[in-house]
């Protein structure tokens, strides 16, 4: 049984960064695609970005592009989320998921595993 845990959501000002880790266990993940999504209160989940098994590709979303930055440690089993120039617009609960698959694609929604969520608040 593969279990994602976030942290490092809180509270930021705008124009302020925050970076989000995800520790994975029960599995070693090396080969699995990891990603990040989050879900704004009244408002449907949606796709932030996505890494590949490697770390050697990624995608985002275009309302993120330039700003975040996803990255993984296959020797730590963690998968990192670096958002920078934060706004209002992405206050949400963050999630980390993860998929057998080490094929990844932008935009992507369907994975095999999901974490609880952290909840990111950028206030202006």
């Known amino acids: 049984q593969v279990q994602l845990v976030e942290s490092g959501g809180g509270v930021v000002l705008a124009g302020g960064s925050l970076k989000l880790s995800c520790a994975v266990s029960?599995?070693?993940?090396?080969?699995?695609?990891l990603a990040w999504l989050r879900q704004a209160p009244g408002k449907e989940r949606e796709f932030v970005a996505v890494i590949n098994w490697s770390g050697g590709t990624s995608y985002y979303a275009d309302s993120v592009k330039g700003r975040f930055t996803i990255s993984r440690d296959n020797a730590k089993n963690t998968v990192y989320l670096q958002m920078n120039s934060l706004s209002p617009e992405d206050t949400a609960v963050y999630y980390c998921a993860a998929k057998r698959s080490g094929f990844v694609y932008k935009g992507q929604m369907s994975y095999e595993y999901w974490g609880q969520g952290t909840q990111v608040t950028v206030s202006s």
């Open positions: 029960g599995r070693t993940v090396s080969t699995y695609g």
